[in-house]
C-alpha cells in the first residue's frame, strides 16, 4: 500500500526537531555555518540535510508579521520525473518503491555524469535532490526507507512534539488531511493542501504558497 | 533551476512524462538492498532521559554490545508520547561529539590551562571546600543575638530533573549545611 505524510504547517512551530532527527537517524555530520540573520540553518538542503525548516517573515499590508514555517523535504512524487530522468542515463540510479511509494536515490547515481546528475536535480519540481561532491551520489529523503520497511515511522514524523506530520496508508493520511483542512479554514481562509494528487508528501498551507517557499508547490 | 523549465514541465504535466523502467517496480533487488541496513536491528533497548530541559523527555537509548547505536523519543512515556525537541534529537551526537566532557577537568585560580583530574580527587575537593568555608563563615548568631545557624557564602542551585523525592532530601542535606541560598533554574 502507497504511503503518504501530512504535513500541517499550521502546526509547526520550527522547533526543528524533524530536520535534527533526519541528520541524527542518517548518520549525517553538522555543516559549519554562518550567521545569516535568519534561523533557517543551514540556508539550503545540502547532503548533510536531507530536511531543513525553512523561514519566511513578512509585514501583511495591515502591518501585521507574519511567521511561516515549511519542513522542506522529498514529496515522494506519485510520478517522479527525476526517475524518469536518470532513467535515461543510468538505469537503476533512481528508483521508486512500489509498496511503498517511496522515490529513492541508490548507489547507482554515483554513476550519473555530473551533467546528467545535474539535470536530474534540476527536473525535480521542488527543487530537492543535490549532489554529494564527494561520493558524486544524489541525496535526499529517503522516507526513511529502513524504518518504514520494518514497519516504524519515519523519524521526522515520530520526532514532532505538533502533530505537524502524520504518516501512514494514502487513503488514510488523505482523510486527516481533508479533516484539517476543514478546521484550518475556520482560521485560515486561504488554508489548502498542495499538490495533493500529484504527490505523497502533502503540505497544508495557511496561505499562498508564495509566502512559504518558491518551491513549496508546482501545480 | 529557472523558470522556464519549470513552465515547460509544468505544461506537459508532471504525468504526461509516463511511466519509466524505475517507475514500474523492476528494480525491488536495489529497493530491498536499501531496506536491509537498519542500524537498531537486534539492538537492546534501555530507557533514558533527555538531559536538557525540565520536560525530561524520555528516550530510547539503543545499544548493541555495550556502545549505544542510536536514541530516539520513548512512545510509552506519557510527556512526550515519543517527540522529541531539536536539542533531544540530537542527544546521539551529543554522545558522539568529540567536545564533550568525559572526564573533570580543574582550572587552579589564577590559571589559564585545564587539568584532567579523576573523580576521586574532584568529590574530594569539593568536599574539602564545602567544609572549609562552612567552618570559616558559618553565623551562629545574628546582631540581635538570635540564633540563626547559616552560611551566607555557600549557593545551592537545584535542578528540574529532580523528582519531589530527590528535592525533598537535596533540601535536607543543604539545610543541615547551614546554607539558605538556594535556586533552580527551569531550563536545567
Ligand atoms: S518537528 Fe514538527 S513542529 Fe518542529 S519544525 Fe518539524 S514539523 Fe515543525
Ligand atoms: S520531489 Fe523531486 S526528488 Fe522527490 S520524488 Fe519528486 S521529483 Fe523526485
Ligand atoms: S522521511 Fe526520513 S529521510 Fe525523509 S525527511 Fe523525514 S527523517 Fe528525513
New binding site residues.
Given amino acids: 500500500m502507497p504511503k503518504a505524510f501530512l504535513v500541517d504547517t499550521t502546526r509547526c512551530t520550527a522547533c526543528r526537531g524533524c530536520q535534527l532527527a533526519c541528520k541524527e537517524w542518517h548518520d549525517l555530520p553538522a555543516n559549519a555555518t554562518k550567521q545569516r540573520g535568519s534561523h533557517q540553518n543551514p540556508p539550503d538542503l545540502n547532503p548533510n540535510n536531507l530536511k531543513i525548516v525553512r523561514f519566511n517573515e513578512r509585514m501583511t499590508k495591515e502591518g501585521v508579521v507574519v511567521w511561516n514555517f515549511f519542513p522542506d523535504q522529498?514529496?515522494?512524487?506519485i510520478t517522479?520525473?527525476?526517475?524518469d530522468v536518470a532513467d535515461m542515463a543510468v538505469p537503476g540510479a533512481?528508483i521508486k518503491d512500489k509498496k511503498t511509494g517511496a522515490?529513492l536515490a541508490t548507489e547507482k547515481s554515483a554513476k550519473l555524469s555530473p551533467a546528467d546528475a545535474k539535470a536530474v536535480a534540476e527536473?525535480?519540481?521542488?527543487n530537492?535532490?543535490r549532489i554529494d561532491p564527494k561520493t558524486k551520489r544524489i541525496t535526499?529523503c529517503d522516507m526513511c526507507f529502513d524504518r518504514v520497511s520494518a514497519g516504524m515511522q519515519p523519524i521526522c514524523v515520530k520526532t514532532c512534539p505538533t502533530g505537524t506530520m502524520v504518516f501512514g496508508e494514502r487513503e488514510e493520511v488523505l482523510a486527516v488531511a481533508q479533516k484539517r483542512l476543514a478546521f484550518a479554514k475556520e482560521r485560515f481562509p486561504k488554508a489548502h493542501l498542495v499538490d495533493m494528487e500529484d504527490?505523497s508528501v502533502i503540505y497544508l498551507l495557511a496561505e499562498e504558497k508564495e509566502h512559504y517557499y518558491e518551491y513549496a508547490g508546482f501545480m | 533551476m529557472n523558470t522556464t523549465r519549470r513552465s515547460f514541465l509544468k505544461l506537459m504535466g508532471v504525468s504526461a512524462v509516463g511511466l519509466s523502467l524505475g517507475q514500474l517496480g523492476f528494480d525491488l533487488a536495489e529497493a530491498q538492498a536499501y531496506a536491509s541496513k537498519l542500524k537498531i536491528e537486534g539492538a537492546k533497548e534501555v530507557g533514558s532521559v533527555c538531559p536538557f530541559c525540565s520536560v525530561c523527555c524520555q528516550i530510547i537509548a539503543y545499544v548493541r554490545n555495550g556502545k549505544l547505536v542510536s536514541t530516539e523519543g520513548d512512545p510509552d512515556f506519557p510527556v512526550n508520547e515519543g517527540a522529541l525537541c531539536a536539542k533531544g534529537a540530537a542527544l546521539f551526537s551529543m554522545y558522539t561529539n568529540p567536545h564533550r566532557l568525559t572526564k573533570p577537568l580543574y582550572r587552579a585560580p589564577f590559571s589559564d590551562k585545564w587539568v584532567e583530574k579523576d573523580w576521586d580527587w574532584t568529590l574530594n575537593q569539593i568536599a574539602r571546600r564545602v567544609k572549609d568555608t562552612r567552618d570559616k563563615d558559618m553565623v551562629l548568631k545574628n546582631e540581635k543575638g538570635q540564633t540563626v545557624n547559616r552560611v551566607d557564602t555557600l549557593f545551592m542551585m537545584g535542578t528540574s530533573h529532580a523528582s519531589n523525592e530527590e528535592c525533598a532530601v537535596i533540601h535536607q542535606a543543604i539545610r543541615s549545611l547551614g546554607m539558605v541560598q538556594m535556586d533552580h533554574q527551569a531550563r536545567v
Fill in positions: 522529498c514529496r515522494h512524487c517522479p520525473v527525476c526517475v533512481m522515490v527536473a525535480c519540481p521542488y530537492i535532490p535526499k504527490v
